[in-house]
């Protein structure tokens, strides 16, 4: 694992804006960075990102499939008592997920550790799969990087395959992300691409805009009765809307599927940690007010069970808070996780993001930042495989 300093393509602002990847650069810092790339070795992706993020994802089924049938592991993961019966019916009806994303620290050489799992509403999505590889495809066309350099990217295959896979060609399928919410829309927009590549028909609806017609069905602004949902908005957020009570009588298909909200909330990690106990992929952790059961150790991280983008993340080092986040999250609780020292290169602090489609490892995004917490806007670096 190496950063290599790459020079920019004179083209790429122009290229981005007209794809439609309008949000490369933030209040005037750049999100996207192809100032550098990092370099991986086949085996490495193979060995240490591919195997342990399909390991990693069947020790979260197990987790779910142990929450759906303990009243005390979903009182612990923050979920509304109301709303038991429709995750766990969820569960038990296999309702199908489309995708996710695990964040890692991963140095190169030691196993790769889990920080958390983007299990319901992960971003970065259009970079990984498309914007990425057309900075590869561009850059060995110009002669920069070898003919045979490859990346670990078949984020868009696996998409269309997998919605292809899900649904009959024909059929009608919503997509939803909330008003003034550029990145979000951009995401499902893409997504809505990938839905037609493999035959659906797709229909967008501002999340502010669903409701529900007189018999409790969910319908979009023109009054269109929605059958399946792909919301960019998080379950825990959902099951607190007005219209959640009519959310178990629905009979919507939703992408994703209610029993994630098990495992898009930070409560995942002290319970994967007590069923998995020194897995080699796992951080220990454990809930606020608990950690004298679990040897956390003195640097740790201090995370709200419900939180996006590294608000109100506080980290300890040796006892001593080196970084602290702000926000308005953390009124359900914390949890703590052991601190596992983020690779630096140059003074940037990275995170691999692995991408599962369905179960299967598709891809990968990295992040870099100045700070030791990934942040929204932390930059996005391309990646190459180079044996």
């Keep these: 694992m190496k950063r290599i300093a790459s020079q920019e393509r004179s083209d790429w602002k122009d290229k981005a804006d007209n794809l439609g990847f309008i949000f490369h650069t933030m209040y005037g810092e750049p999100y996207w960075d192809e100032t ?5 070795t086949l085996e490495q992706i193979e060995k240490d990102i591919e195997d342990p993020t399909e390991a990693l994802n069947l020790l979260c089924l197990d987790v779910v499939d142990r929450a759906v049938r303990s009243e005390e592991l979903l009182t612990k993961l923050a ?20 995708y996710g994303r695990f964040d890692l620290c991963y140095n190169g050489k030691d196993p790769a550790k889990m920080l958390e799992f983007n299990a319901d509403t992960p971003t970065s999505l259009y970079e990984s799969a498309y914007f990425q590889w057309l900075w590869l495809e561009d850059k060995i066309q110009d002669g920069s990087l070898a003919a045979n350099t490859d990346q670990f990217n078949s984020v868009q295959e696996k998409l269309i395959d997998r919605f292809a896979d899900l649904f009959e060609a024909g059929s009608n399928i919503h997509f939803a992300s909330c008003l003034d919410t550029e990145e979000d829309r951009q995401t499902v927009k893409y997504l809505e691409d990938c839905a037609a590549q493999s035959g659906l028909i797709p229909h967008f609806v501002h999340v502010e805009e669903i409701g529900t017609d007189r018999f409790g069905r969910l319908a979009d602004s023109k009054e269109n009765i ?13 099951l607190r809307e007005e219209y959640a009570k009519f959310l178990p009588m629905s009979d919507v298909t939703f992408l994703e599927p209610a029993w994630k909200a098990v495992l898009s909330n930070k409560a995942l990690l002290p319970l994967i940690w007590e069923f998995n106990k020194g897995h080699p992929n796992l951080l220990p952790a454990a809930f606020e007010g608990e950690e004298a059961s679990v040897d956390i150790g003195p640097s740790y991280v201090r995370k709200p069970i419900f939180s996006r983008e590294g608000a109100n993340v506080t980290v300890i080092q040796d006892g001593e808070i080196v970084e602290e986040g702000g926000g308005e999250y953390g009124e359900e609780g914390f949890i703590l996780q052991s601190l596992e020292p983020l690779p630096c290169f140059d003074g940037n602090y990275t995170v691999i993001g692995s991408w599962l489609v369905g179960d299967k490892p598709a891809g990968m995004a990295l992040r870099e930042d100045k700070d030791l917490v990934t942040k929204d806007l932390s930059r996005f670096l391309p990646h190459v495989i180079v044996d």
């Design 79 to 98: 979920i509304p008592e109301n709303m038991w019966d429709l995750i766990a019916d969820s569960w038990h009806k296999k309702a199908p997920s489309l």
């Design 226 to 238: 929605i059958q399946t949902l792909f919301k960019l908005y998080p379950w825990e957020d959902m």
């Design 36 to 40: 550098a790339y990092y370099s991986f």
